[in-house]
């Protein structure tokens, strides 16, 4: 069974910094892409990162210079650095892979429907 497990939300005031990680079991991080995705409170369900097999990664506008995405292979898990928070990135965040893509820009990365697994999200509250 593939499961991923995000974790690290919490409550942070704007200007703040956050980790949120992504842990898969059954499921190997080295081959395929992982996406960062949040929807907040009434909005749609948005792309914000994603990594790469070989570690280059793609990323939305509205986190540029602010948001980084890693990834330790060896703990099978990804990160998703959260800095200078606004309250606008209140959200919860998913973790989203999918089979036989290894890199983000073979793919439509910010579209929900590409992915085949998900976490069950982590909710991220910034305080203004």
């Known amino acids: 069974d593939v499961q991923l497990q995000a974790s690290g939300g919490g409550l942070v005031q704007a200007g703040g910094s956050l980790i949120l990680a992504c842990a898969a079991s059954g499921f190997s991080f080295e081959d395929n892409a992982i996406g960062w995705f949040r929807q907040a409170p009434g909005k749609e369900r948005e792309g914000v990162l994603c990594i790469s097999s070989d570690g280059s990664t793609e990323h939305d506008d509205s986190v540029k210079g602010r948001f980084t995405i890693s990834s330790d292979k060896a703990k099978n898990t990804v990160y998703l650095q959260m800095n200078s928070l606004k309250a606008e990135d209140t959200a919860v965040y998913y973790c989203?892979?999918?089979?036989?893509?290894?890199?983000?820009?073979?793919?439509?990365?910010?579209?929900?429907?590409?992915?085949?697994?998900w976490g069950q999200g982590t909710l991220v509250t910034v305080s203004s």
């Open positions: 989203a892979s999918l089979n036989d893509e290894g890199f983000c820009s073979d793919f439509d990365w910010e579209r929900q429907d590409e992915y085949d697994y």
